[in-house]
Structures are given as C-alpha cells and as structure tokens.
C-alpha cells in the first residue's frame, strides 16, 4: 500500500507531501490544475519511461519518493530477496531526474538499474484508464487475467512441464535426424576414407619408430665400417687373446703364491665374460644391419604413404588411429540412425500425448472459469447503466506453446444484436470505463498488495451511474486495501476515504500546482463544486451532505 508521497521540483510542483490512508482515495479539481502530474510522478517514481525531462525550470535536479508498507506483500518480497536489497515492513524508493536528463533511483538506499525498478513498481501499483493499453486492453495478458481468475497455477505448471519435455523431445529428434542426414550425405566419403586408412593399419608411435629405421638405414654404410673395425680389436688375436693369455700366466704364477693372485684372475675372468658379451651384442648389431636398398625404399614408401595421409585430413600420423575410430563410430551411427530415430519419435509421440491431455484439461478449467466470468461480468454491468452490454470470453485454439494451447480475448456487444469485438474497438470512452472497472471487480478475488490508480475513469457518466462507479472502487479498495482515483464526478469523491484537492496558483509570475487534503466542510464544499460549477448554491451544499451522509452505506 502506499503511504507517502513526496516530490520536490517536479514538473509545476515545487514541494509536496501526501500521506494515503487504505481504502478510496480520491483526487479532484478544475481541469487543468494538475492532476495528471501527480500520476506522472508516480510513475516516474516507479520507473515510467514517461518525459526525458521533468525537471522543474531553473531548477537542477528534481525528485520524488514513494514510501509503500509491504508487509505480507510475498511477490515483492522475493524481488527485493533476489536483489539482496535489505527488508522491512517499510519500502522507501527514491528516484531523481537531472536537468541534464540523467536518472538515477535507489531503494531502501541502495542504487537501481530503471528495469529493476520498473518489475517492482508493477507488483506496487496498477495504473488503469480509458488508454490502459498496457493493461486490461491488452488481448497479450486475457490468458494470464482468465487463469488468475480460474486459479488454474496448479494446472498451468503441468503444462509447463509437458511443454518442456515436448520441447526437449522435439530438439533432440531435430538434431539427431539433422546429424543423420549430414552423414547420410558423406556415407561414401566415409566409407571411402575408413578403407584408405584401414589399409595402412598405422598405430600411434610408428612415424618415430620409422623415422629412426630409416637414418639407421641410410647411414649404415659408415656405422656397419665403425662396428667392424672396433669389433677387430677384440677378436681373438687382438684383445680377447691377451686377455685369455694374461689369464694363464696369471693362474702358473698363483701355483706359488698362496691366494694373493685369486681376486685378480677372478676380476680378469669376468672381464673375459663382459668382453665375450660385448662381441655377440656387436655382432647383432651388424646383422640388423645387414639389409639391402630394396629394404629402404619400402620403409619410405611406408613414411609417404603415411605422412600423405595426415596432410590430406590435416592430421598427424599419430592422429590418425584417432580419425580412424571416430569414423567408425560415424559408420556405426549412420547404420543405427533409423532405429534411433525411431525410438525418440516413439518419445516425442508419448511427451506430444502428454502435452495435450494436461492442455485438455486446463482448457476445460478455463472455459468453466470464462462462463462465470462472464455472467459476473454481466451483473457487474448492470447496475453501470449498461443492462444491454452483452460481455463474452472467447476461448480459441492457439499453436502449442507453454500455455496449452489456448488464445483467450475479452470482447463485448454494447447493444442487443451487435456483434462482439474487442473492447478498446467497440466500446465508447465512458462504456470503456466502465468495462475496465467491471473487469477488475471481477478480476481481483482475494488479490491483495497491489494499489490500483484510476484515472477519470467515471468520464462520461453520472448521476446513478457515477455513484455505482464509486460504490465498484470503494469495493475494489475493500478487497485489496487501496485505490486512488482521479475524478470529477462528485458521487465518487462523497465517497472516498481521503479527498484531496488539486489547485493551481500563480508565484512569482509561474504556476504551480498545490495539493491539499481536506476534511469535513471542504469536503461539503468542494462536492458542491463539483456538482454546481464556479458559483456555489446552498442546493448544491446541501446536495453535498446528502451525497456523504449516502457514503457511509456503502
């Protein structure tokens, strides 16, 4: 609900402080003094695009704060939670526009971007008039106003889920139909691409292993004449033969030395064994050598094949087995795509089901819920002076989406026989009004928290009329705590709560706009103004009083 309002350098308003009590608030005066700068501060305060400028002139900077109570007000809460705005019972927002045209708004002293701002003040207030586009007129939110009404949450979130899984179902067989028909389309590049590398039978490693054969093999020449001369120098009449002999000696001189020799011959003897093992390793070596040129030249042959293939897939060699697997896997795909096609259309299918049995039936909640709409609707106009107006919620079929698959539109037959249409296309000024104001009696149930601000919505009406109006707010006010309204039918302002009146005056050669509450015989007054014009009859004091006496009845 909100308490307070105060603006400073506003637009006509120099300094202004309002405090708004629950119930019907209402906001009067001559046309032209300023009360529609009240409801544009209010927006702007709440995050309305509105004017780039509303600065008052000569002026730097201009500002207005709104103070709302919250408490139990669940919705808001949870935005200020996300936001990590610190809570109370209390909302203070507080937004200024520079006379350069920048903004900036806090809440609850913390600085807020203007779409933040504008998500809360739509759970804060509701704006509603005869170009309430944005609202009630809007055939985009009929839906959502029918299922609010209908309570249909439970159901709706079934639906959400279904739509969602259907959602998953359908990407899932697009991509996999989509990833089948590529390969389809390249299944003989593949093919033909597996055989080519399948043939080589390559392995991670082998390009090192054949790279290293290779210089082995074409500097064998000068390493097989190295091995050759080193392993002469070992052979038997070289260092194996005076090692053998150093052996012998040794051993015939040990005959006459007890043990002093034993440790050398034993060194000498494993020396022979070492220098033995020496020669049959080099003598492998020289066999691995042992090879012709034909041998080479399949070896490279091997590397070329092997390295021409890794350039034409833009590959290494080693990344090759890698290609390999994966178009198998490509293969192995392709063959099974059909099965698993299938499968998912099989799922797709059951979630498609699914979808629709849950829209049935929320579709038969809501044409439940629009038939009594409907007659509500119908009996709210009556005692509006519109006993003719014929009030119908169209429920058609709509592409499936997460809603279900219904499109609903509020439409109305202003006189018997007429067709229906839309209400903004059919409906005149003051019918419009009083459609909207039928339309939230009916649309509110127990919805509590949120302000609602008419402005002159009673226009075009009087008398009986005016006053069923009236009574309609002071209900709406009843149901959810607050309602501001600007008026000039004097029925609806011997109504409210709180009256304030909107005046204008002339200070230092400039207008400014004053707000006043009052009470009591300005109150007597002021409704006698509204009902007789500049000169104020005693009939129309006394039309006045009868006017708030009838007031406490309703």
């Known amino acids: 609900m909100l308490r307070e309002l105060e603006i400073k350098d506003i637009l006509l308003i120099d300094r202004l402080s309002l405090q708004f009590s629950s119930g019907l608030n209402a906001f009067t005066g001559e046309t032209g003094t300023g009360k529609s700068i009240l409801l544009d501060c209010l927006g702007f305060v709440l995050g309305a695009r509105g004017q780039a400028l509303m600065v008052r002139d000569e002026m730097e900077r201009g500002e207005v704060v709104a103070i709302f109570s919250i ?12 936001a990590d705005l610190m809570k109370s019972n209390e909302l203070i927002i507080r937004r200024v526009n520079f006379s350069d045209g920048r903004k900036a708004a806090w809440v609850n002293d913390k600085r807020v971007s203007p779409e933040f701002l504008r ?6 207030i509701e704006f509603h008039g005869q170009h309430d586009e944005r609202g ?3 055939p985009k939110g009929h839906l959502q106003l029918l299922d609010q009404f209908a309570q249909t949450a439970p159901s709706l979130n079934l639906v959400k889920k279904a739509f969602l899984s259907l959602k998953e179902n359908q990407k899932a067989l697009d991509a996999l139909s989509k990833k089948n028909q590529e390969l389809a389309e390249e299944e003989d590049l593949i093919r033909y691409n597996l055989e080519e590398i399948s043939n080589l039978e390559t392995y991670s490693g082998e390009e090192a292993e054949l790279d290293s054969k290779r210089r082995l093999m074409q500097n064998s020449q000068s390493i097989r004449k190295n091995i050759t001369e080193a392993s002469s120098f070992l052979e038997r009449d070289a260092a194996e033969g005076q090692l053998s002999n150093a052996i012998k000696l040794l051993e015939k001189a040990a005959q006459n030395v007890e043990n002093v020799l034993d440790e050398p011959i034993e060194a000498l003897r494993r020396a022979e064994f070492e220098l033995q093992d020496a020669q049959s390793g ?7 050598l042992s090879f012709n040129s034909e041998e080479l030249e399949i070896l490279e042959d091997r590397l070329f094949s092997l390295r021409g293939l890794s350039r034409k897939h833009k590959l290494t060699v080693d990344q090759l087995p890698e290609f390999e697997r994966k178009l198998k896997e490509k293969l192995t795909f392709l063959e099974n795509g059909t099965k698993n096609i299938e499968g998912l259309k099989i799922s797709y299918d059951e979630a498609l089901n699914e979808f629709i049995d849950l829209s049935k039936s929320l579709s038969k909640e809501r044409q439940k819920a629009a038939g009594l709409l409907d007659t509500m609707i119908e009996k709210e106009l009556k005692p509006l002076k519109m006993e003719r107006a014929r009030f119908k919620t169209e429920i058609n079929q709509a592409s499936l989406n997460e ?9 109305i037959s202003t006189n018997s026989g007429s067709s229906f249409g839309s209400l903004i296309k059919i409906a005149s000024g003051g019918e419009l009004s009083r459609f909207l104001l039928a339309l939230k009696v009916c649309l509110t149930n127990d919805q509590k928290g949120v302000s609602m601000v008419f402005d002159e ?22 149901k959810n705590a607050q309602v501001l309204v600007v008026t000039h039918s004097p029925q609806v302002a011997a109504l409210a709560e709180k009256h304030f009146v909107v005046s204008k005056e002339i200070k230092n050669e400039k207008s400014l706009s004053r707000v006043n509450e009052i009470r009591d ?10 009902i007789s014009g500049d000169r104020i009859t005693d009939e129309a ?4 009083r009868v006017l708030i006496s009838g007031a406490s009845s309703a």
């Open 71 to 82: 408490e139990n007000h669940d919705k808001v809460n949870l935005i200020l939670d996300d």
């Open 119 to 124: 998500n809360l003040g739509e759970n804060l």
């Open 521 to 530: 015989e300005d109150c007597v007054e002021e409704i006698a103004r509204m």
């Open 136 to 138: 009630l007129l809007d």
């Open 541 to 544: 004091r006394e039309a006045s």
């Open 403 to 411: 809603f279900g698959q219904d499109s609903v539109s509020f439409t």
């Open 282 to 288: 080099i003598f492998d070596v020289l066999s691995s």
């Open 457 to 478: 919505i009673d226009r075009g009406v009087g008398g009986a009329t005016a006053d069923a109006v009236g009574r309609r707010l002071v209900q709406l006010a009843k």
